[in-house]
């Protein structure tokens, strides 16, 4: 990346969620194209470890598909169990969401066994800007 992609790519990440825990950052809700984290309603946003539901776990140790697995909606779930079950909608820095996130893991050939570290999510990041990395293709 050049050094202005760099500052693109922390900005974003400084806006999106490093005053509510940077790579641990999560919200369970979302709408108003993403002006609303439903705190309002409830709804949790802050870093994932300090969510009961998940007992002091950090986002950053959780893999792919246990992320996948917490995005996932069947539309079985009301929204008073979505929120008692933990469940996601934005996580990580960059405040990757539950339709787009699958989307990245399938077209960057991302193992559901990965870790969601802060390398990861930082490098899919850097790809989501639409430039891939040497020796690969989109």
């Given amino acids: 990346l050049t050094d202005g992609e760099r500052q693109v790519v922390d900005i974003i990440g400084r806006r999106e969620s490093d005053s509510l825990g940077g790579y641990d950052a999560v919200n369970q809700y979302g709408e108003d194209g993403g002006r609303s984290t439903g705190a309002d309603k409830g709804f949790y946003s802050g870093p994932f470890s300090q969510m009961p539901q998940h007992k002091g776990r950090k986002l950053t140790d959780l893999t792919v598909g246990e992320i996948l697995d917490l995005?996932?909606?069947?539309?079985?779930?009301?929204?008073?169990?979505?929120?008692?079950?933990?469940?996601?909608?934005?996580?990580?820095?960059?405040?990757?969401?539950?339709?787009?996130?699958?989307?990245?893991v399938s077209r960057m050939n991302i193992s559901r066994d990965e870790k969601f570290t802060p390398n990861l999510q930082r490098t899919r990041m850097e790809r989501c800007l639409g430039r891939p990395r040497s020796g690969n293709s989109r």
């Fill in 71 to 104: 995005q996932s909606d069947d539309g079985s779930l009301t929204m008073e169990q979505w929120k008692q079950q933990g469940k996601l909608h934005a996580v990580g820095r960059y405040q990757f969401i539950g339709n787009t996130l699958p989307g990245l």
